[in-house]
Structures are given as C-alpha cells and as structure tokens.
C-alpha cells in the first residue's frame, strides 16, 4: 500500500535558526497536504499543495511540492517558540468508490530552545 | 461554526470489553473519517463515512466498526478490546468543495484499555 515518510523524526532547534522537514511518499500524488499538531491538541490543517514544482508560503512558512509528486518540504524560517509541535504531510489515496482518505507520515516533531 | 466535537475525551477499559466513541462534525460536513493515534505508528486511518455509506477502510481487524446516522454524526465501537488498542482516536470531518479536501479534527477520545 501506499507509504509516506517523513524525516527527520525530532529536531531541535534554537529559536530563530530554521527549520525544515521532508515527505516522501511511495507513489505520486494528486495533491499533499500538512498538518501541525501542538502538544496536547489535534491535528490542524496548515495547506495542501496540488501542482508539480508548487511552492507556497504563509509568513514565515514555506511549503514545496516536487516536481515529480512523490515529495513536499516545510521550511519554517527563524523559529519562534509558538512553532513547537510535530508536523505531519499527508497524502490521499482514492479508492474505486471515490472516497477520500489520508495516510500520514508519522511527523517531525519540533522543539524550539528559547 | 462550531468545531468537531468528540464524547467522550477519556476513557479508561479494561480488556474484553466494548466502548462507543461519538463523534458531531462540523455542520454541513457529510464526510466523517477516524483514525488512530499512537506514538509508535503515528495517525493511522480507520474509515471513512459519506452519506452514512462507509467509503473507505484501513487495515484494522473486524473489532473496529463504525456509523454513521442521517444527521452526519458518526460512531465508533471497538469490541473485545485488547491493551494495543489504548490510543488517541480522532475524527475528523471535511465538506468537499473546489478540490480541497480539509480535514477538521475533533479534539480526540483518549481510550486506555487496562
């Protein structure tokens, strides 16, 4: 089945150097989608990338979606203590039926030293 | 809008027995998916609802089963419950429209089988 993985798993970083984390999935992608999950909270929708070479940005967020749609990176530039948690890509898989469903990497989690 | 709601947010089983976890989405939503979280193997996918029709399933045994009614509400029940069950589980409900498909979770049901 389909597999998407993340690296790395942990990263520690010192508030305000940067950050990035890596998706790679199994097979190519009709779109990718990230998730931030705060400690003690839910999932929650960041972006989804639909495009081959997609970059987009959200202040300090930078999201890319390769070109061949197999792979996607976050970059988070000058960290700052309110981006602590584990980030997640997601990529869908649809079945004959047409539904819908997510299979996530298992997350970079992120520290940020004060 | 209200958000995705969850009941209940801790539960504590012991092994053999059965557990109900609810699940209200989003208003307007129709598509409900649930999936497991735990440390060692990250957000994994259950199934997912549509119309009270289930549209997809993950790789789980037959003990985890689920619902969902006319009103988009969903249920899930995990039967003979076993300690590797213990786990976040999440819902999460999506309204498909222009090609985006969020998923909006639920603040999560903190299952701990004893």
């Known amino acids: 089945g389909q597999q998407v993985m993340q690296i790395p798993q942990y990263q520690h970083v010192q508030e305000g150097e940067d950050f990035t984390t890596y998706c790679n999935s199994s097979?190519?992608?009709?779109?990718i989608q990230w998730y931030k999950q705060r400690p003690g909270g839910h999932p929650v929708f960041l972006i989804q990338?639909?495009?081959?070479?997609e970059v987009k940005k959200q202040k300090r967020l930078t999201f890319q979606f390769g070109e061949a749609k197999k792979n996607s990176s976050l970059h988070i530039t000058a960290t700052q203590t309110t981006d602590v948690g584990t980030y997640f890509c997601?990529?869908?898989?649809?079945?004959?039926?047409?539904?819908?469903?997510?299979?996530f990497g298992k997350g970079t989690k992120l520290s940020v030293i004060p | 809008k209200a958000g995705v709601t969850q009941t209940p947010r801790y539960l504590i089983k012991t092994r053999g027995q059965q557990v109900t976890l609810s699940c209200s989405p989003i208003?307007?939503?129709?598509?409900v998916s649930w999936y497991q979280q735990t440390p060692g193997q990250g957000l994994q996918f259950l199934f997912e609802y549509f119309s009270e029709t289930q549209r997809n399933k993950g790789n789980f045994p037959g003990r985890f089963s689920g619902r969902q009614f006319s009103n988009s509400r969903s249920e899930m029940n995990v039967s003979t419950l076993e300690l590797g069950d213990s786990a976040l589980y999440l819902c999460a409900s999506s309204l498909e429209a222009s090609g985006i498909i969020e998923q909006f979770f639920g603040p999560g049901t903190r299952l701990t089988v004893l």
């Open positions: 208003s307007g939503h129709r598509s």
């Open positions: 990338l639909v495009k081959s070479g």
């Open positions: 997601a990529g869908p898989g649809v079945s004959g039926a047409g539904s819908y469903q997510l299979t």
């Open positions: 097979t190519t992608l009709s779109n």
